[in-house]
């Protein structure tokens, strides 16, 4: 079989979702290995170390798309590269499908098997660690007063005080930021839906943080003495209101900032928009704005290992068994099957887009079959069922 790796030309994107490491892992298993130049330059991986590890290089994603069985890159494609796919052919990106209508289409009309790299992750995602660990960074950067911020320092200072930090979620992203906000003496709030995950972290970080549960409620109770906010929720797509709307920022004093990590569209905060790392920053209300939405982009190469080292195994499981095969041993892949050559087969893009959807264990052909289990991705549910 073989894998072809594309080069992520979208703005601000350095990272890639194979290195040379993983190109070596697959030439070993015998499939043959196509790389677009300039694929891992942006995250330190110069064409010479591909070519070194076994890669066959090409100039173009053209020439890349018309060999690989199996097509890989870390954002979604772009728009004049859903013509190149042919039915059949296996994509695997971070596609987000539910809040792009245009690409799902293009995808259906493909016939292609896609699956979306951001719902296949086991042990949860590489990109939300780094997001979390690295959003605080930036936060901190913009609390500084150069960038209209309090000019409070995380930890504090003889005779001043560290800052106040509200952390809203305790999945992944809230997770590794709340390690970094700890470690640097910041004085944490964190805030989730249930009261397990809380303990948790209670006895992880026994008297060094607070726990609250997250409601509208307690936010605004926490925020005129909170001089961070940190985004960790992944709100859900269907959800009209929010968990900080516009007028909860006056409760916030000037010069405290917001970090949407999660950075949803129509998210968890209503004043967050979608910056860039070229101009990162606005300010609403007297309130500093941090809303990248690829943070873990800003460091690429650490990012770039990490991430590729986790896909590798659905790379080889692809590659050697065949969509099919592979899905039924691993339920996170078989979960994260988009569309399958012209058929839908997400069911949070189903319900929110209104298209029928069937089941990836149907249309794989794997109905009776003994399979490995997994959680759905998220939890909006759909019962527009595609008729096989």
């Avoid at 494609?77 to 059949?88: F, M, N, T, V």
């Avoid at 006895?203 to 307690?218: A, H, L, S, V």
């Avoid at 968890?268 to 704005?289: D, Q």
């Avoid at 800003?298 to 499981?317: E, K, M, N, R, Y």
Wanted: net charge negative; charged share 20%; hydrophobic share 40%.
């Amino acid at each position: 079989m073989v894998f072809g790796l594309l080069k992520d030309s979208k703005a601000g994107e350095y990272r890639t979702i194979a290195t040379p490491s993983e190109i070596a892992s697959l030439r070993a298993a015998g499939h043959r290995t196509l790389v677009q130049r300039g694929a891992g330059e942006g995250a330190g991986f110069p064409d010479e170390a591909y070519a070194a590890a076994g890669a066959e290089l090409k100039d173009t994603a053209e020439a890349v798309f018309a060999e690989a069985d199996l097509i890989a890159k870390v954002k979604e494609l772009e728009d004049g590269e859903y013509a190149l796919l042919r039915e059949g052919q296996m994509l695997f990106c971070c596609l987000h499908p539910a809040a792009h209508p245009a690409e799902v289409q293009a995808l259906l009309k493909s016939g292609c098997i896609a699956f979306a790299a951001e719902d296949s992750h086991r042990y949860g995602s590489p990109n939300c660690e780094a997001a979390g660990k690295q959003g605080v960074l930036f936060g901190l950067e913009s609390m500084q007063t150069i960038h209209g911020g309090k000019g409070k320092y995380v930890g504090g200072l003889a005779g001043a005080p560290a800052m106040e930090v509200l952390v809203l979620g305790c999945g992944n992203v809230g997770r590794a930021a709340l390690s970094v906000l700890v470690a640097l003496g910041a004085r944490v709030t964190v805030m989730g839906q249930r009261l397990g995950p809380l303990r948790e972290l209670e006895f992880q970080y026994p008297g060094r943080i607070d726990t609250r549960i997250c409601t509208k409620e307690n936010i605004a109770a926490l925020l005129p003495r909170t001089d961070m906010v940190l985004n960790c929720v992944r709100w859900p797509k269907d959800r009209k209101d929010y968990l900080i709307d516009r007028p909860m920022l006056r409760l916030m004093e000037k010069g405290s900032v917001i970090v949407d990590i999660s950075c949803d569209e129509d998210g968890a905060i209503e004043s967050c928009r979608e910056t860039s790392h070229e101009n990162p920053r606005y300010i609403e209300e007297g309130i500093v704005h941090y809303c990248v939405p690829n943070i873990a982009g800003a460091i690429a190469h650490s990012t770039s290992i990490a991430f590729a080292a986790s896909v590798l195994p659905h790379f080889q499981a692809l590659l050697s068994l065949g969509p099919a095969e592979a899905c039924a041993r691993d339920g996170y892949l078989r979960r994260s099957l988009t569309v399958y050559k012209g058929i839908l087969t997400h069911e949070e893009t189903s319900a929110l887009q209104g298209l029928p959807w069937a089941r990836p264990e149907q249309v794989l052909g794997l109905t009776g079959r003994p399979l490995d289990p997994a959680p759905p991705a998220t939890v909006t549910r759909s019962e527009n069922y595609f008729k096989l």
